[in-house]
């Protein structure tokens, strides 16, 4: 490497702890923000022993994820993570990760998403069937927690052919149970053995007890009476890898589940929470989506052929991923030193990279803070930096599950606001609260309206 590199920006440390104090006393997503504004798209950060890299330009994303993507592998950094999916899609790397990606592959291509269309609106009519049962205008719901339950739903129906409504509450607080430890493990220096009998391990251990048992339970179920399912879960029991002839074992299938249990369902639903939420503060916007609904549909369901016909429905449901990414922070190791644009990255550190603050980077968005559904007409698309919009990540890591998302949110979006629209009520002040997701936080309260 170079003499002439320059050393990167780096913000005042403390010693040893280096920029950790300031993380717990802000906030992950505020410091990083911070940092950001006052020193660039690359910053250098010392979280205890351990150096990382704050990165937030495009073209330094695209040379981590696609240009130079061998010398920036996922390992240890999701290791923490790795105790709830395992070795599954979003944690393995190299080699196995390939050869996972060849046999799920196939469940996410188009024809298999067009059979998943009927199912996404049936779930969609049985929360209106049980909002127009119980649900009177002008009463406040969680519309976070009615779209967990909803994609929740989803995921079980299309992908597990299993009704997944009398096990939502015990997996979603396991879940939660799990992904608290996981982000608390990511905001320490050292990590305590699992073994020692602290309360938090022993939460840990029966989140995973439970999740494991539901899991398994659905596996096993599906051994015992195959039938002629053809979904997620019989692919990933009986594929067989083309290239090596592998087949999946039950541990293997188990983290495939529990991966696409996770980021089939949080990810939209909170997409879905953040998409009504700015709906309600952009009447504009609104009366334009559910214009195209109303003109679209005519009273009717949503079927796969109208999902090119909802073209605004899609703009509003991407601008608020931009906005409100549910990945909102992404990182990798440094395997070997690398450069970029003068600057010295040195191997055996970290690279942080936020969709949150590359969505709004003032070079590639104009008003970055602006809901504005127009940024995504197919020209503006084709005009920007395509590694300024990640939401689903890019290159070899693109989130297989994109257009599952991108389907089942414009047919959530459309069927739900046919009939109904919302409000956030008077006093009540909406909040991030990024954890491993971007999410709102305490919820997300709605005044229901219905439209007729």
């Not at 796969?304 to 429905?313: A, F, I, V």
């Amino acid at each position: 490497m170079s003499p002439l590199l320059r050393e990167v920006p780096r913000p005042k440390t403390y010693p040893l702890v280096g920029h950790l104090p300031m993380l717990w006393k802000q906030g992950m997503m505020g410091t990083l923000k911070q940092y950001w504004e006052k020193h660039g798209d690359l910053v250098e950060l010392k979280l205890g022993p351990q150096r990382a890299y704050l990165v937030s330009s495009p073209d330094l994303i695209k040379r981590i994820v696609l240009d130079n993507r061998e010398n920036y592998p996922k390992g240890d950094v999701y290791d923490a993570f790795r105790l709830l999916v395992g070795n599954g899609l979003v944690t393995s790397d190299g080699s196995f990760w390939r050869r996972q990606r060849r046999m799920i592959q196939p469940s996410f291509q188009r024809e298999s998403l067009k059979s998943f269309v009927h199912d996404m609106v049936e779930t969609s009519v049985a929360t209106l069937d049980r909002w127009q049962g119980s649900l009177d205008d002008g009463v406040t719901v969680d519309i976070a927690q009615e779209m967990m339950r909803l994609t929740m739903q989803v995921i079980g129906t299309t992908m597990f052919g299993v009704d997944m409504d009398s096990k939502t509450d015990r997996s979603s607080q396991a879940f939660k149970q799990v992904m608290s430890y996981v982000i608390q493990q990511g905001n320490v220096p050292f990590r305590l053995p699992l073994w020692l009998p602290l309360p938090s391990n022993i939460k840990l251990r029966r989140s995973l007890q439970t999740l494991n048992r539901i899991v398994y339970g659905i596996i096993e179920q599906r051994k015992n009476d195959p039938g002629t399912k053809h979904d997620f879960l019989s692919l990933c029991l009986q594929a067989q890898d083309k290239e090596t002839g592998l087949s999946m074992n039950e541990e293997q299938v188990r983290d495939e589940v529990i991966t696409m249990f996770l980021a089939g369902h949080e990810t939209t639903s909170n997409a879905l929470s953040w998409t009504w939420y700015l709906l309600s503060q952009h009447p504009e916007v609104e009366a334009r989506f559910h214009e195209e609904i109303d003109t679209v549909l005519g009273g009717r369901l949503p079927t796969y052929h109208d999902l090119s016909q909802l073209t605004y429905t899609k703009m509003v449901l991407q601008e608020a991923l931009r906005l409100y990414p549910p990945v909102w922070l992404l990182a990798r190791n440094v395997k070997d030193n690398d450069e970029w644009s003068g600057y010295s990255i040195r191997g055996g550190s970290i690279v942080l990279y936020s969709p949150f603050l590359t969505h709004r980077h003032p070079e590639h968005w104009e008003n970055p803070e602006q809901f504005d559904p127009e940024r995504f007409q197919p020209e503006a698309v084709q005009a920007r930096h395509k590694f300024s919009y990640l939401p689903f990540n890019l290159g070899p890591r693109l989130c297989i599950g994109k257009h599952f998302a991108l389907y089942e949110g414009q047919l959530v979006l459309a069927t739900l606001g046919q009939h109904y629209r919302f409000s956030v009520p008077s006093g009540h002040n909406v909040e991030m609260h990024p954890e491993t997701m971007l999410q709102p936080r305490g919820g997300m309260p709605m005044v229901v309206h219905k439209r007729y």
